[in-house]
């Protein structure tokens, strides 16, 4: 858990603030308490919300403490996830899928948004941060949501395209990105070293490429992947939502499928 974040909470309470630099956080923060409140409040893998209010500093929300570790936190440390974890993926997605059954696609389904409850063998992923979930209205031209290194293509190029904000296929596309990157320890996509790119660039130039670079397979990044389960992976990742799994819950079976052949 975030050390800037320690000194203000308490053992039971997380106060998740808006970031006073970006314009549409009150909104992102509202949305998400209404999410969290009216949508998914019977999930016991989302943090429950336990008030609203400001204070001098900004607006916040008191939600239910998670004690564990973001993915990003476990990736820093052990650098890559090995086999034993694919009962973490699939139940991480079979709880995606029933988020998706409220009516709830996430839209930043990323590595810090993500937490492992306890350890990561005791399977108990926690789904945070659903500031972006359905919203197209925090969408703009030039100005994309969700973490570029897993950002599904159609939210890459939300404009001037077509994008339906409801397809739950986006977050199987991010779940695939973040699946590759923890398994392999290496990105889909990274920005070559000799490319001098500043930081507001770089978000662009990796969008850009899950919206036209193809990936390379799962088992060619990473010695020792089966190829069944770097089929799955990759499923995931296709450019056309139409060829990736239809649900999250078909995910977690061909997850299931490989775990049990191995
Ligand atoms: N309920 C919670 N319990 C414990 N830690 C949390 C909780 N919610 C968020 N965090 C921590 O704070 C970080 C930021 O929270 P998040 O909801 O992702 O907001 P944002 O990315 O919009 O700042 C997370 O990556 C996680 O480390
Ligand atoms: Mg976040």
């Known amino acids: 858990m975030g050390k800037k974040y320690l000194k203000e909470n308490s053992m039971d309470i997380y106060k998740k603030r808006t970031k006073p630099q970006l314009e549409y956080r009150d909104e992102a923060l509202k949305r998400e308490m209404m999410v969290l409140v009216a949508q998914l409040n019977g999930l016991d893998y989302v943090p429950k919300v336990k008030g609203i209010a400001r204070d001098s500093k900004s607006l916040y929300l008191e939600l239910e403490f998670v004690g564990g570790e973001t993915i990003m936190e476990v990736m820093n ?26 009516g709830v696609v996430h839209h930043d389904v990323s590595s810090s948004n993500i937490m492992v409850r306890g350890v990561i063998y005791e399977n108990d992923p926690v789904i945070l941060d659903f500031g972006f979930s359905n919203v197209f209205s925090l969408m703009r031209p030039g100005y ?37 990157y923890c398994l392999s320890g290496n990105y889909v996509f990274t920005i070559p070293k000799k490319l001098k790119l500043d930081k507001s660039k770089k978000g662009q130039f990796l969008a850009e490429m899950h919206v036209r670079a193809k990936p390379e397979p799962l088992h060619l990044r990473k010695k020792g992947v089966p190829l069944s389960l770097s089929g799955v992976v990759m499923k995931c990742l296709k450019k056309n939502p139409d060829d990736r799994f239809e649900s999250a819950q078909d995910l977690a079976f061909a997850l299931r499928e490989v775990r049990k052949s191995l």
Do not use: K
Not at 87 to 93: P, V, Y
Not at 150 to 175: G, K, T, V
């Open 144 to 180: 994309t949501v969700g973490n570029p290194c897993f950002i599904p293509p159609e939210q890459a190029q939300a404009f001037p395209f077509p994008f339906d904000i409801n397809d739950p296929r986006s977050d199987i596309y991010s779940l695939g990105a973040l699946m590759y």
């Open 77 to 102: 440390r052990e650098r890559v996830f090995g086999l034993g974890t694919l009962e973490f993926w699939e139940t991480l997605a079979e709880r995606l899928g029933a988020v998706h059954d409220c």
